[in-house]
């Protein structure tokens, strides 16, 4: 038994379990598959933003829409007031000025509002009033804006939303996409 001196006690318990191990090509069973649980009462998180353009003084992207986020939920109230014009995309694909107001509702599928910043662009995809009857762009009254050049026209944009924002030389356009009320919190 000199060579077993020779050979490292781990070599000879390698050589023993080659000799022992079975000679069959089966594979032993697999252990049981990891349970998944899936919450379906989980609600989306959202950002909830609700104020007025412009902003006074600030001609660097309005601070109210500084909460955007990329992919995330957004529950907007949105009111513009004078000087701001939204303009809405017609059919031939041009953006126009809103030429008659009637005070109510107003159907539009993509909207342009204005920031009060050349460094912040925003469109608004209304998306169809039966799949989002929570999302709304209306004229409204407002007495505290009549001017000489103004009736008290303001226009609200309200709604469920997805922000994408797109990057462009020395400004950010954000992009935002309809959502069902639900991901908002709305309709509940």
Do not use: K
């Not at 031939?92 to 910043?117: H, K, Q, R």
């Not at 309200?158 to 309809?178: D, E, K, M």
């Amino acid at each position: 038994m000199r060579v077993a001196r020779l050979i490292p006690a781990s070599l000879l318990a390698l050589v023993a379990a080659c000799v022992i191990a079975p000679s069959t090509t089966e594979l032993a069973a697999l252990p049981a598959a990891t349970q998944v649980t899936t919450v379906s009462e989980a609600r989306l998180a959202f950002i909830g933003i609700t104020g007025s353009l412009p902003e006074e003084g600030n001609e660097m992207p309005p601070d109210l829409l500084d909460p955007l986020m990329d992919l995330v939920p957004v529950r907007l109230d949105l009111t513009l007031r004078p000087p701001l014009q939204p303009t809405v995309q017609g059919g031939d694909g041009f953006y126009t000025p809103i030429s008659e107001c009637g005070y109510g509702p107003l159907d539009a599928g993509v909207i342009s509002v204005p920031t009060g910043s050349n460094h912040m662009l925003l469109d608004v995809r209304m998306g169809s009033s039966v799949d989002h009857p929570a999302n709304l762009f209306a004229c409204e009254y407002d007495p505290g804006n009549i001017t000489d050049d103004t009736l008290g026209t303001v226009y609200r944009l309200r709604g469920c939303f997805l922000p994408q924002s797109v990057s462009i030389p020395t400004a950010v356009q954000w992009v935002l996409n309809p959502l069902p009320a639900s991901a908002c919190g709305l309709g509940d």
